[in-house]
């Protein structure tokens, strides 16, 4: 599109126009009022000039007579000379005694008419006069309103050029006006376009002004990182999950294989059978874990959230897992601060703790100790379940939490590379940070909520933590 | 460990509806319920299934969730909004993390995610089917000479009492309130523990255990059976 084309279509040239044409509307209307006033201010004059006029003809006709007032008529007639004034002192008897108009133009009280300037000339006056019964005459004094047609016809004008003056100005102004808005929306769409084209890298210049433009463009960025972000995971994804249900789809149709070429006893078969079964048991798991981790991350599940009691799902998780944890010969520490509340869902809080125990029981040489703590910091709840096992590598910190993503040491234990996954879209639904720190030796998984209900500062006393724990920005 | 077969004697037979639009599985349900001695009807519609249920008497229902023109919530809705308190399980395939909510505050019973185990199937319509006939206030619970005191919260084997963790309690308690009826590891970790998940380690397995050490070992005979490829079952001693 043409630049001035482009311009004369932004919004800011738009309502700049709009502006303009509001402003002349208004000024017509205040020209319209003033020309009304001023028009009949003027026909006032007129009146009561004539009527004065009249008065004063009268009385002197009433101290002379009727040849009197012909004559002072006549002397005004021929000493004015101009065209402004008008008389007519017509007889009874149709006789005019005196005056410049013609015994046709007699009449009684007011009246308006034209009539040409001249004898014969196509030039016409306009005239208001006032015709008064005489005692045997019929006067008429009138005067040309041809002035006063003149000075509204200069009002008019005045005002027609002054509307037309703010209109253009309105005009050029919105066209000044929309030139920065027009170039940055031109930023901003040449951006959009190449996104469109698929050039995901490209952002949106953005100024420091902070200005409602900028603010959309900052805006527009954070959700085009959202979706790289997002993209790159959902490829990440569909790669891993085909990689990943190969094995077991590979594995299923080995055993399937042998069962056709060589069937065995019952008891054989039987236990193909069973192993098959395993085999897409672990399939299915992998995609229920998968849909649930997609379905929580919608945000969906936040319009069941409640107030949820954290300690008492702890409490619970931690007496169930404790006899695991012993079984295995682990030392299993709990200290958990009673009361703390949250707003969230039971079940999935539950999940997300879950997760992490059982991450800690599986991954963790024997003997160690696992630690599971919540407590109240000011308004945040702050869980940590902590081991003293081989840990994470830090940078592996992030990567973690992909969906499928496992270490290469735990590529031969039983899981699906989900658990911290869904670990992180829980914690992201309920706007909690989760965090990994080196435990020297082992792994501190805190997870960092908003609290609520009472706060106060607990004397329980925090734990020494490493330095460089890295900071995940979870969703 | 006993087969299924063997315990043939506590089950109670049921006439169930069948709900289920896709013919394949509705086959697979049918004759499986069939084989273990259950009589049922099977319709592929929630307008047909809706009919049965009101005009006939069934034990329990089985609803799939998804139905074409009535859906399966709609289904029980309609059901409980006209008194009729027949137990529901809902059959579903969306694998929704809501869904459970929703098909429990319409008015189902339990609730069974696609694809399922048979025997999961199984264990759940015995236990539903069979709760509208408990007392649902006890004080006490007895399988065989093992005896629970709910108020009291103690445990005592053919009089000799038995010191068990909360935790164990809880296992004990639920698997006595199915007696002679298989109990599967989901079931014991939906309804003990309220995990609604598959966790990976066996948690499960360790509290039955722990459990079997304290009630089964020092006396001469089992009551927690295994039942393979299905779950737990408590009866009294042979």
């Known amino acids: ?475 | 460990m006993q087969a299924l077969g063997q315990l043939a004697s506590e089950k109670q037979l049921m006439r169930i509806l069948v709900v289920e639009d896709d013919e394949k599985t509705l086959h697979y349900l049918t004759t499986g319920l069939e084989q273990e001695g259950h009589v049922t009807d099977a319709v592929q519609s929630g307008t047909d299934g809706l009919e049965l249920a009101l005009s006939r008497s069934y034990d329990v229902l089985v609803v799939d969730r998804m139905l074409p023109i009535l859906d399966g919530l709609t289904l029980v809705r309609t059901l409980r909004s006209k008194r009729i308190w027949t137990p529901v399980l809902f059959l579903t395939s969306v694998g929704g993390v809501d869904d459970r909510v929703e098909g429990l505050e319409a008015g189902a019973d339990d609730y069974l995610l696609k694809p399922f185990a048979f025997s999961e199937l199984l264990a759940r319509l015995n236990a539903i089917g069979r709760r509208s006939t408990t007392p649902i206030e006890q004080v006490s619970l007895k399988v065989g000479d093992l005896e629970m005191d709910l108020l009291r919260r103690t445990v005592s084997r053919a009089g000799v009492p038995i010191d068990l963790q909360p935790q164990e309690f809880r296992v004990l308690e639920y698997l006595m309130r199915n007696p002679g009826r298989v109990v599967t590891k989901t079931m014991l970790l939906e309804r003990v523990w309220e995990f609604h998940f598959d966790p990976r380690t066996n948690v499960v397995e360790v509290h039955i255990s722990r459990l079997r050490a304290k009630v089964d070992k020092p006396f001469a005979s089992e009551m927690i059976n295994t039942i393979r490829g299905a779950g737990y079952l408590i009866a009294a001693a042979h």
């Not at chain 1, 021929?78 to 009449?107: C, H, I, K, M, R």
């Open chain 1, 1 to 475: 599109m043409p630049p001035l084309i482009e311009n004369i279509r932004s919004t800011a040239f738009k309502l700049a126009v709009r502006y303009a044409l509001f402003f002349a509307l208004s000024t017509v209307a205040i020209f319209a009022i003033t020309y009304q006033a001023a028009g009949r201010h003027l026909l006032d004059m007129f009146h009561a000039s004539l009527s004065a006029d009249t008065r004063e003809l009268i009385a002197l006709s009433t101290r002379e007579d009727m040849a009197g007032l012909a004559e002072e008529i006549q002397e005004r007639v021929s000493q004015g000379g101009a065209n402004d004034d008008y008389y007519l002192l017509l007889s009874d008897d149709g006789q005019v005694l005196a005056g410049n108009l013609a015994p046709t133009e007699a009449f009684l009280g007011w009246r308006e008419w034209e009539r040409p300037i001249r004898p014969g000339s196509s030039e016409k006056d306009h005239l208001i006069g006032l015709g008064t019964k005489l005692p045997g005459a019929t006067m008429v004094a009138a005067q040309s309103v041809i002035a006063m047609s003149e000075t509204q016809q200069v009002i008019l004008n005045t005002f027609a050029w002054g509307t037309l003056i703010s209109i253009l100005l309105g005009l050029a102004g919105g066209y000044a006006q929309s030139q920065g808005p027009v170039q940055r929306l031109r930023e901003i769409a040449h951006t959009t376009r190449a996104i469109v084209e698929g050039r995901f890298d490209k952002r949106i210049p953005t100024g420091g002004s902070r200005d409602d433009l900028d603010r959309l463009s900052l805006d527009i960025n954070r959700m085009l990182d959202r979706i790289q972000d997002l993209m790159q995971s959902l490829k990440q994804v569909s790669s891993d999950i085909a990689h990943d249900l190969r094995t077991p789809i590979s594995r299923l149709r080995q055993g399937l294989d042998a069962l056709q070429r060589r069937p065995g006893t019952v008891v054989e078969t039987q236990a193909a059978i069973e192993a098959a079964l395993k085999e897409v048991d672990i399939i299915i798991d992998t995609f229920d874990a998968l849909l649930r981790i997609a379905q929580i991350e919608g945000g969906a599940r936040r319009a069941n959230f409640r107030r949820v009691d954290l300690s008492a799902i702890l409490e619970n998780l931690t007496a169930v897992y404790a006899s695991v944890a012993e079984d295995r010969g682990h030392l299993f520490e709990v200290e958990i601060e009673k009361g703390c509340q949250l707003r969230g869902d039971r079940d999935l809080l539950t999940q997300l703790f879950a997760n992490l125990i059982e991450n800690a029981l599986t991954h963790v040489p024997v003997p160690s100790t696992i630690t599971v703590k919540l407590r109240r910091a000011g308004k945040e709840l702050q869980c940590i379940v902590a081991d003293e096992g081989p840990g994470i590598p830090e940078q592996e910190h992030d990567k973690v939490f992909r969906r499928l993503y496992r270490l290469e040491r735990s590529r031969t234990t039983p899981g699906s590379g989900l658990g911290l996954s869904m670990v992180a879209a829980i914690a992201d639904l309920h706007g909690a940070m989760v965090r990994l720190e080196n435990n020297r030796p082992g792994l501190i998984v805190s997870v960092t909520f908003d609290g609520m209900g009472q706060t106060f500062d607990s004397s329980w006393p925090l734990m020494t933590i490493g330095r460089q724990g890295a900071q995940l920005p979870v969703g």
